[in-house]
């Protein structure tokens, strides 16, 4: 086709298409990737203001022809604190770590940095989403035989070992020494308020949860020890599995759940730990690479054409 050229040598104008075409595919990469980035940091902007939430953080990846980008899980900093002054069912977590909740729905076990909680009408500990607030009862405030009338107030998860409901705390000779060793496993954190008396599971005025997560009950001028807050951490975050935004779930590369050695904040929420300013910042650089992106496709476009119309 090219009698002039000698044998071996590349043709100039075919070689020029080549280098044409590759100019395109990267401004078209470049484009979608910074586009990508683009929603990456949107999302992270609308969920600014959302108690629990954890940034996203990607990556970019260099290829041959462009790059792209790749989710690189999420930011596990600490959020601000958000103080709710006489709300005692607000939480946070103060360090590494998870509120452990169970799904009524199919039993299952997830866990949450939001502690936004409130107690449902049978006087569970309840996330905004209906999931139970798990807690371990403790073996200086317990009644193993139990009480029928306050077995009513959750028929679906009855308890093996009953979180002193009607026995008479101003028996025991106090001070008691610590907060009592944990007795069995994990188990929706019950506290129902008696309707003839509008107290806790009858006895109790006032709730506080101290930084060790322990649920503390006011009786007179005595605190009983109730519960303890079941706090998990894991050995890769970025391993969990996401589930509606704020939860999430154990899975083969997070590992097992872990001892958590996190504070406890009583009448706090942890808000998003997205820094808006910089996530701005990163948008409106964001856009002028898409902007730049776009014109050297359109540039990489019109050569493309040149070239064509001189072949033909």
Known sequence: MYPYLKKGTSNPIETGE???????TIAANSAQSTLEMINFLTENIINAETPGYNGKRFTFRDYLYGGTIED?????????????????TKMMLKGKGFFTVLNPENNEIVYTRLGDFHFDKNGYLTSTEGFLVLGTPLQSNLQPLGNSKYNKLGPKFEFDIFADPLSNPSKRNYPNVGSGQEAGKPQPVNLGMDPTNGLYLGKYEKLRIDKSGIIWGKYGDSEVSLYKVATRNFQNLNGLKNFRSTYWKETSESGPPLPCNALVLNEALEQSNVWTKVEVDYVIEAQRQYAAAINSHKVADRLVQQAIELVG
């Open 18 to 24: 080549k280098n044409i075409m590759n100019a395109t």
């Open 72 to 88: 690189a899980g999420r930011s596990w900093r600490q959020g601000k604190q958000q103080v709710r002054v006489g709300e005692p």
